[in-house]
């Protein structure tokens, strides 16, 4: 969509990061974020307009922030808080339920606030998706599962300093006059060791348990989904296992899904073996992503299963890129990502 073709409404959030100025795709921010600070006049999008929009008209206004904050590829950064260097932040609070919460209930597609992304994931790559069905699930996939529909894509490390190559992603997708639905996704807190081709693995939502993992944000996270409000089945099962059942509710249009809703129990993000990095490379893995994937390229095909018990997969879809994959201070921080709260059930 062209810009001065996007509703009145829209450019008082296209022009937020750079004063009052039309934004100009490409065109480095001066604009400062970090724990004491935020994106002036962006936050919160003026939230119930903003949930009002259709779905390209969101995806518009946040393709804009990324373009308008571009980091330069020559010069990434890559310092960001951590336990030893907390760079002003509260650390203790990023571990306690009424912090995590906010990722299970906040509705907007921006962080909200002041808060900005810290400690997990903090440095990506994104880029716009669009999600296509493919071919005919016997299960009769409701929802989004159903509809398809377009997004934007997030691609990051666990962290910049940790020994071992850990990639994850999560992604959206827009609906029309509707709070967004978001797959995050991971293999597992081991990593690929030193293999640094980003798509070596597939990713799932659901986690695969590892030796290694963290058992105080295992409890952090535990004790965040106890707070959270509702009976069990308004709650995930637990911290590694995300539910699908929110994106099989809801149709692209923002409507309800009338009858059984049918989810997945699984949905597993398989690379495009196309896709490939040099295990070796020391470049930024940031740098790599942008140089291998092209606007119109399949990223993953998605497979899904539909019990836990279930031995099959089949494919029910394709994520592909519909630009490039590029990294920016809005994608690092204040884009936002809602955790699907309500777990798997079998209607």
Not at 57 to 82: A, E, M, R
Not at 198 to 213: G, L
Not at 216 to 245: C, Q
Not at 260 to 276: D, M, S, Y
Request: glycine content about 8%; overall charge positive.
């Amino acid at each position: 969509m062209a810009f001065d073709a996007i509703p009145n409404v829209l450019c008082f959030f296209l022009c937020a990061s750079s004063g009052s100025k039309t934004p100009t795709p490409g065109k480095q921010s001066t604009a400062v974020v970090g724990p004491q600070g935020s994106w002036v006049n962006t936050d919160p999008l003026n939230l119930r307009v903003y949930l009002g929009l259709t779905a390209s008209q969101k995806q518009d206004v946040q393709w804009n922030l990324i373009q308008n904050s571009l980091h330069d590829w020559h010069n990434l950064p890559t310092k960001f808080p951590n336990l030893e260097d907390p760079m002003g932040y509260d650390m203790h609070a990023l571990f306690t339920p009424e912090y995590l919460k906010v990722s299970f209930e906040y509705e907007g597609d921006q962080m909200p606030g002041k808060r900005n992304r810290a400690l997990f994931s903090p440095k990506a790559v994104v880029g716009k998706i669009k999600y296509n069905v493919v071919g005919n699930s016997k299960w009769g996939y409701t929802g989004f599962f159903k509809n398809g529909g377009i997004g934007i894509m997030r691609l990051a490390l666990d962290g910049l300093s940790i020994p071992a190559f850990i990639p994850t992603g999560v992604f959206k997708i827009y609906l029309d006059g509707a709070r967004s639905i978001n797959f995050n996704l991971v293999r597992n807190v081991e990593g690929q060791k030193s293999n640094k081709n980003f798509f070596q693995n597939s990713f799932s939502n659901v986690i695969d348990r590892s030796p290694v993992d963290d058992k105080n944000v295992e409890a952090a996270f535990n004790a965040t989904i106890n707070a959270l409000s509702g009976g069990p089945l308004d709650r995930p099962l637990n911290g590694f296992t995300l539910g699908l059942y929110e994106q099989a509710s809801v149709n692209a249009d923002g409507s309800k899904v009338r009858g059984p809703i049918v989810a997945p129990f699984e949905g597993r993000c398989k690379p495009n073996p196309l896709l490939r990095i040099n295990p070796s490379s020391t470049n930024d893995f940031r740098v790599d992503i942008h140089n291998v994937v092209k606007p119109g390229m399949v990223l993953y095909t998605y497979w899904a299963r539909r019990t836990p018990d279930s031995t099959v997969e089949e494919q029910i879809g394709e994520i592909v890129a519909t630009s490039e994959f590029v990294a920016s201070e809005y994608g690092d921080q204040k884009l936002f990502f809602r955790q699907p709260q309500r777990r798997w059930s079998f209607d």
